[in-house]
């Protein structure tokens, strides 16, 4: 399921940083916190997972948050947006619950030293599943490896857009959230699993001397900060819709609770960023 949420600035000009996803993920917290303080607690240190699983996720995902007048002087977002959109997704529904409880009963999320007020929460309608689906980023895509320890070198890598690694990485990644998910794993697909970046979208950022990756600065829960490589970038996906459908619930690769990996449907594009 996916909401959209449209928060009121509270200020008419509001200053923010440019990676703004730590703080709206500590506000999403703070939001469930609202509703169920112990459901928040046990989702933010430990997630969801089986006793004596390897992989924990959180099973939601969201946004950039989507500013119509914003510039960026001196390292910050310059918001001039009286309304602002923020996107969050997940198949879980209580996590849903919680968060629409939470803002009926606080109302705001704070992105740093900024208040945004609950203004509006719809439903949006899923997309119809298929067996190739394209799709534009709302939020960067992180995919990444671990290295063998005895490189010597940091074990976690993460992958460029054009790794040959890329797909195998995210179909075992989905894999595992479906069986988190459901408990089961999922069904043979009839085609192989492939993803493709927009050629058109990559040719563009080629001549204009941009590049579709991005180091994004993080913090875990102990407040420790990394960076991440993530691909900024429309791509078409193929596989079963099953799976490619957790993608689009959870978010695509890794760091989804960070705000990283969600997607939405590309109807003009075709994913090849036209």
Known sequence: MRLKLTLRQQKSVEYLPLNTGYHLASAIYATLAHSSSSFATQLHEHGYASEGARQKFKYFTFSNLQIPARTVEQGRIVSRSRAVTLYLSSPKEEFLQHLITGLFSDGALRIENALFEKQLIESLPDPEWSEQ???????????????????????????RYDDNRLPDMLLHNLQAKYRGIYGSEPSEGSVPFSIMFGEGYLKRMQEKGRSVEKLITIKDANGRESRVKAIECPFIVTGHPELIKVGYECGFGVNNSMGFGMVRVDEKGNGRGK
Do not use: Q
């Open 133 to 159: 689906m394209a799709f534009s980023m709302l939020s960067p895509l992180a995919a990444s490896l671990y290295r063998d320890p005895s490189s010597g070198m940091n074990t976690k890598e993460y992958l």
